[in-house]
């Protein structure tokens, strides 16, 4: 199996669904027969379908446990284990099914959230059964079973992630639900409309979403499916999985087929101020190519400032520069200071002031500088901006200024 990287275009950084293989989807035509089919999920191309053999039962709900053990429930309310011998070129079980529990399991939905959880509703309740093996024989491994809560009342449903849940109702809502425990859920509408048409829905994880639609497949790819908004969902419906041809009655998913891959942040140019400026602490001058021994600060921050790509046309060896670069771009304030922030001491205008450092943390009234030429050396100190003690008593605070990118 190859490795599968979704990602979704538009942003600087952008999640991804990162899959173990192609997303496998197993399910049950009229007649009782097993099926299994592969999905790329790079692409959202049904790579192949397979039809196994009749499970010897009439199917009512399934979810898939792992790549080849399927949990299966009948219309007599049995629930049995259908092992997978191989879903290669042919699909074969190893043994005829399981058994594994003599009624009582009467869910109209039954999925796994790849994690150690089983959820089924019936009559609008949301059940979870913990299960603890690979291939569980009974009770013994499928077991701790609790009522989630009512309101469950719900046309598809499929298993998204560690106790998620996606499903859409009749009314055409997508929601997606967060499962705390009994009574502890939180449910978000993803999509107030729209998906009505909609009678089956899977999820490998990671963020995809497969929907039939008058016998088509489609897929989606929810960027970020654990922020309950469904505003960055990216719909294919020029590029469906299949136009027609899904006429299984049941259909399910492995749920721990993909992962959700958060997206790396990109560091603001603040940010990046404050990491170059850290790195610098307890040079002199001798460490940089300055040309003002007796007072760098100024080209200390403009060093800084540039190396973190920020604009630094307009600044030079003139402390007071950093001020009336905050004039002539709009950056200059006099409260509120921020990561990456110049501090600009004892202005007294044209362009002069006793000192220039850098913000590199805030914390309430407390901000942290590192400034060039403080004690002959690149300084950090912490201090409370609001009574205008400075690091080198070069005066009051006169403004702070904000870099432009």
């Not at 399910?27 to 790579?47: F, H, K, W």
């Not at 429930?73 to 079980?93: E, F, K, P």
């Not at 995809?208 to 929810?222: F, I, S």
Request: hydrophobic residues 35%; charged residues 15%.
């Amino acid at each position: 199996m190859s490795l599968g990287l979704v990602t979704v275009t538009g942003g600087a950084a952008q999640a991804a669904a990162q899959c173990t293989g192609d997303v496998s989807v197993y399910g049950t035509l009229s007649d009782g027969r097993l099926t299994y089919t592969q999905i790329a999920p790079n692409t959202g191309d049904r790579m192949k379908t397979l039809v196994g053999p009749d499970l010897g039962f009439t199917p009512k709900a399934m979810a898939t446990l792992n790549f080849n053990t399927v949990l299966v429930t009948s219309t007599a309310g049995d629930l049995y284990r259908v092992d997978v011998q191989t879903n290669n070129t042919s699909l074969t079980l190893a043994n005829a099914p399981v058994k594994i529990w003599d009624g009582g399991w009467t869910f109209d939905k039954l999925v796994y959230d790849g994690y150690g959880h089983l959820y089924g509703t019936v009559a609008g309740q949301l059940h979870q059964y913990v299960v603890s093996q690979a291939k569980p024989s009974g009770s013994a491994h499928i077991g701790q079973h609790v009522v989630i809560d009512t309101g469950f009342v719900l046309k598809t449903m499929a298993a998204a992630g560690d106790d998620r849940i996606i499903a859409s109702t009749e009314g055409g809502q997508l929601y997606s639900y967060k499962i705390g425990g009994v009574g502890n859920w939180k449910r978000s509408t993803l999509k107030s409309d729209g998906w009505s048409a909609v009678d089956s829905l899977v999820s490998p994880g990671g963020g995809l979403y497969y929907g039939r639609t008058n016998g088509g497949m489609y897929w989606y790819h929810d960027v970020d499916p654990t922020d309950g908004d469904g505003s960055d969902i990216a719909y294919h419906p020029n590029d469906p999985v299949d136009a027609s041809g899904w006429t299984q009655t049941l259909l399910s998913a492995y749920g721990n087929n993909c992962a959700y891959v958060p997206p790396v942040p990109v560091a603001t140019t603040g940010e990046k101020i404050a990491k170059f400026a850290n790195a610098q602490v307890g040079k002199g001058f001798g460490d940089f190519n300055f040309y003002h021994p007796g007072a760098w600060c100024a080209e200390f921050g403009e060093y800084v400032w540039w190396n973190a790509g920020a604009r630094t046309g307009g600044l030079t060896a003139a402390a007071g520069s950093f001020y009336t670069y905050g004039q002539n771009n709009g950056t200059l304030h006099t409260s509120a200071p921020k990561v990456g922030d110049a501090v600009v001491y004892g202005y007294s205008g044209g362009g002069s002031a006793n000192h220039v450092n850098l913000v590199v943390a805030v914390d309430g009234d407390y901000i942290t500088t590192v400034g060039g030429n403080e004690s002959n050396m690149v300084k950090r100190t912490t201090f409370n901006w609001k009574t205008n003690n400075n690091p080198v008593n070069a005066g009051d605070i006169s403004g702070f200024i904000s870099p432009v990118d």
